[in-house]
């Protein structure tokens, strides 16, 4: 199984960006999807995460401004990022929990990364 990121790049500060992470392979089933980001020099931080049921939750930092979203037939997760500040500038991971064929259950899997830069 793997995940794979889209629709990083550099983009103005107060624009958008809309990423994009999809789950290929065996899978049975996804439970939650997530959204981390790194900033260089800092820990990854988790930016917002969502449940196969719908239940979500974002970090309290970002509220209002991004927007987790998921389509569960396409094993695709989506992070609508609005009002971009130079701070949001950070490699953008997708982590999921994933029951995938012939494993006994969920295990923990992450894409590698895209980046998103904010300029003033």
């Known amino acids: 199984v793997q995940l794979v990121e889209s629709g990083g790049g550099l983009v103005q500060s107060g624009g958008s960006l809309r990423l994009s992470c999809v789950a290929s392979g065996e899978i049975v089933h996804i439970y939650a999807m997530r959204w981390y980001r790194q900033a260089p020099g800092k820990q990854r931080e988790l930016v917002a995460y969502m449940f196969s049921g719908g239940n979500i939750n974002y970090a309290d930092s970002l509220k209002g401004r991004f927007t987790i979203s998921r389509d569960n037939a396409k094993n695709t997760v989506y992070l609508q990022m609005n009002s971009l500040e130079p701070e949001d500038t950070a490699v953008y991971y997708c982590?999921?929990?994933?029951?995938?064929?012939?494993?006994?259950?969920?295990?923990?899997?992450w894409g590698q990364g895209t980046q998103v830069t904010v300029s003033s």
């Open positions: 982590n999921a929990d994933i029951l995938a064929l012939g494993r006994p259950r969920e295990y923990d899997q």
